[in-house]
């Protein structure tokens, strides 16, 4: 049972790197001022897919949501690397990022998943998306653009578990900005991480409805 999830874990470290490289170059192509350390994404990649698969191994979730799992995954890892190094969340990856978290949810009814699994994902994203859009435009000061087009794409994902788990994870993201600003004795944080970690903890080890 070990060797049966520690085998296939390993075998997806490998590509994490050489995937966190390909995120850094379309980082540097398209937006020449931002970059991310090579070895904190290189290794929050190998060790996010490894995370990936082994729930695969452990029954924890269908296979067919892996190739979710992982695109949303790298999405996180380098726009967690942005966020924290350099306050921003490029367009590039997240307007990019949903059309491709979209594409995986598209993808996966062929796979074996629910027909209903994109419609799941479009209502996250509203949900997410339109919660986020309203909180900026009553305090423009207290979301970035970014962050409510990363709440779309997060959405898009945490939608095809289940568009319920939305709310939660707003709360979720809410509550560790808040206790990062308390701990680093700071009025601004960045927004996106706390984001990140909430959506992941869902994305990444989902409990799907019957």
Known sequence: MILSVLVPAAMAVLPGPACGRM???ILRRRCPELDVPA????LAVAVVWACAVSSVSFGGFPPWWLPTQL??????????GCDLWHRRLP?????????LV???LLVAPV????????????VGAAVFGGAYATVRLIGPSSLGPGDVKFAV????????VTPLLVPVVMLGAAVGTLVTAGILRRRTVPHGP?????AWLVVGVPGWPS
């Open 71 to 80: 695109i949303t995954g790298w999405l996180i890892v380098l726009l967690t």
């Open 91 to 99: 367009d590039v990856f997240t307007l990019g990022g949903c059309a």
């Open 39 to 42: 070895r904190w994404c290189h």
């Open 194 to 198: 706390a984001m990140a970690l909430s």
């Open 153 to 160: 794409l997060l959405g898009l994902a945490i939608g095809g």
């Open 23 to 25: 995120g850094r170059w």
């Open 111 to 122: 796979l074996g998943a629910p027909a209903r699994l994109p419609l799941w994902g479009l």
């Open 102 to 104: 979209l594409g995986a």
